[in-house]
Structures are given as C-alpha cells and as structure tokens.
C-alpha cells in the first residue's frame, strides 16, 4: 500500500535556526514527490516536485532532496513567515494524478 | 479566474440532510481533484476528473457521496443524508493535465453536521 509518513509532527524553531523535516514514503513506483505549504485557513500552496533519487529544487530558504525512501526539507535561516504546516504528497507511477499525502509538519518560527 | 473558487466557505448542516460543495477550477484547466482534510488528519483523496474520461471515484468513501463536472469546468460534491462523521474541510484543487502534482488547491470549504 502507498503511504506517506512525515516527522517530526510539530517543530519549534527560533528565527535563524536551521533544520530539516523528513517525508518517508513507499510507493509501488514514484512518478513524483510533492511538497505542499499550507497556512491555517487556507488551501495547501504548491511548493516543489521531485522526480527522482539525487534530485535536489531550492526556493529562498526551502530545498528538497529526494532518495530512494525519503525526501527531506531543509530551512535555513527561518523567518517567523515561515511558519505554517508542510505536506509531503507522493504519486504513484500507476495512479495518473492521485496523490498520497502526509499527515504534515507544523512549523512555528518564534521571533 | 485568477484561482480555484470554492462555495460556500462554511457550511453548517443538519444531520440527515444533503449538501452541494461548488469548485470552479482555474480557467483551462482540463483535471479537477476533491480531497477532504479532517481536523488533525492528512488530505485524503476522494475523485479526479480529466477531461472527457471517466472520472476516478476509488476515494469516495460511501455511495453517499458524488460529484459531476459541468462542460469540464465548474464541479459540484454532493454529500446525501450528512452524518458528523462527514465534518471536514472539502478542498478542490485543479491541474493543467492529468497527472501533474502541481496543483492549485482552492481555500476549501469547511463542513460542520450538527
């Protein structure tokens, strides 16, 4: 079965600490792993898509690396606006448009 | 439109009663998606439509739920006879194509049964 496993569920961080959030997933062929940003009230925002294993995308202070297993999100330098919850979605190579997503990280930047 | 329009954005209901979630895609957009979002829970997938196709309804949870997309545009979610295990936020998202990840996702509406 397809899943999506995020970690940590909650993350306090103080603005300019550095960190990563992690996405495991399983999948019966990886077509793409997504990364959603989504603030309280508000559908999720589109943020990057990986296809495949080494691939890394980058976006002011958000990259995303992707293995064989994992994906992860890196934040350096955080700023208060970062805060929000992240999603990690996966879509099957045999499922055309159907993603699996995560629980989610919530991100708190405290000033 | 600018984005994915979803009506109402709140929507409180009787138990036992039917309810219609309205989500107008982005202009051009030929693949619509619902998703529902419990409070504490990950999206979970319910249908795709793309194009002309045959829409992919293995999320709707129960025969009580279902959904049409008028002239590949505009896409209604009909929940029949509520139940409080069906309060949640119903997010409608659209995509140029089918099977792209980039979706533009509406700011959803949230269902509270009573």
């Known amino acids: 079965e397809d899943q999506v496993t995020q970690s940590p569920e909650a993350l306090r961080l103080q603005e300019g600490e550095s960190s990563s959030l992690n996405c495991s997933y399983t999948v019966s062929g990886l077509r793409g792993l997504f990364w959603y940003r989504q603030d309280p009230g508000k559908g999720p925002e589109f943020l990057f898509t990986?296809?495949?294993a080494g691939e890394e995308k980058e976006k002011e202070r958000l990259k995303a690396t992707l293995t064989k297993k994992e994906s992860f999100l890196h934040i350096t330098a955080p700023k208060p606006e970062d805060s929000a919850t992240y999603l990690c979605a996966v879509q099957a190579s045999s499922n055309t448009g159907k993603l699996i997503f995560g629980q989610g990280t919530t991100l708190q930047v405290k000033p | 439109g600018a984005g994915v329009s979803q009506s109402p954005s709140n929507k409180v209901t009787e138990k036992g009663k039917d309810v219609e979630l309205r989500c107008d895609p982005i202009?051009?957009?030929?693949?619509l998606y619902w998703y529902r979002q419990s409070l504490g829970q990950g999206l979970e997938f319910l249908i795709y439509f793309q194009g002309n196709s045959a829409p992919d309804k293995s999320g709707l949870p129960s025969d009580r739920f279902s959904a049409e997309r008028t002239g590949g545009s505009v896409s209604t979610l009909t929940i029949q006879r509520t139940q409080q295990e069906d309060s949640a936020v119903y997010l409608c998202?659209?995509?140029?194509?089918?099977?792209?990840?980039?979706?533009?996702f509406g700011s959803g509406t949230r269902l509270t049964v009573v």
């Open positions: 990986l296809y495949s």
């Open positions: 998202a659209s995509s140029p194509s089918g099977g792209s990840g980039g979706y533009t």
């Open positions: 202009s051009g957009h030929t693949a």
